[in-house]
């Protein structure tokens, strides 16, 4: 596709269940970043690929919170025991090389838990 | 601790007249800012970016200023244009990788 794309858009899960949310970069975008969203507030860096190796890992929370990129394009932010303070927008971002220039999100999976 | 902040959380203007959003940051290791657009349930939109070495960034009808000893910066659109009302965040980066947001400003130009 043209754009960041991920999947799925809406998850409702239940308290304590284990969660999974894709995101497929734009083509060739060696450069993939998590971020997750509140309500009011901006979007907060959780963990950053470089490759198929995590650059910086620093912003994931606690260790519920894992992320894998195996072959340097699609990746997946995983959450184990999901907790009701977890619910977010979680964003995708893509960038060419990651040098800090402008990255490209994508809609994002917004994530309740109940 | 907030390294990137927005403190006007909503702006109201006029079309047709200038918007001025604004952004202070405290890391004096950020070398790139950019700011961003975002519509209800869609992913931020880049907009513009500045590199630390330049004070000034056209595109358009958006401008974004960088004040590196006052560690502040913002962003001009004139003329305003009432498909511009949207969030706007200000983002900024020390030598590549992360992005660190600012809390993001309501931007509503009316007609």
């Known amino acids: 596709g043209a754009g960041v794309s991920q999947t799925p858009s809406n998850k409702v899960t239940e308290k304590g269940k284990y969660v999974e949310l894709r995101c497929d970069p734009i083509?060739?975008?060696?450069?993939l970043y998590w971020y997750r969203q509140s309500l009011g507030q901006g979007p907060e860096f959780l963990i950053y690929?470089?490759?198929?190796?995590?650059?910086?890992d620093s912003g994931l929370p606690n260790d519920r919170f894992f992320a894998v990129r195996p072959e340097g394009s699609v990746s997946t932010l995983k959450i184990q025991r999901t907790e009701r303070g977890d619910s977010a927008v979680y964003l995708c971002?893509?960038?060419?090389?990651?040098?800090?220039?402008?990255?490209?999100f994508g809609q994002g999976t917004r994530l309740t838990v109940v | 601790d907030q390294q990137v902040k927005q403190n006007s959380p909503s702006l109201s203007v006029q079309e047709g007249r200038i918007s001025i959003l604004n952004c202070d940051y405290t890391?004096?290791?950020?070398?790139?800012f950019l700011w961003y657009k975002k519509y209800p349930a869609e992913g931020p939109t880049f907009l513009i970016s500045?590199?630390?070495?330049?004070d000034k960034n056209e595109d358009g009808r958006f401008t974004v200023f960088l004040n590196k000893s006052a560690k502040h910066l913002s962003l001009h659109i004139v003329p305003s244009q009432p498909g511009d009302s949207a969030v706007y965040f200000c983002?900024?980066?020390?030598?590549?990788?992360?992005?660190?947001f600012g809390q993001g400003t309501e931007l509503s130009v009316k007609p």
């Open positions: 971002a893509s960038s060419p090389v990651g040098g800090g220039e402008e990255a490209f």
């Open positions: 083509s060739g975008h060696t450069a």
């Open positions: 690929f470089q490759g198929t190796g995590a650059a910086d």
């Open positions: 890391n004096s290791m950020f070398d790139y």
């Open positions: 500045i590199s630390s070495i330049k």
């Open positions: 983002a900024a980066s020390a030598s590549g990788g992360k992005l660190i």
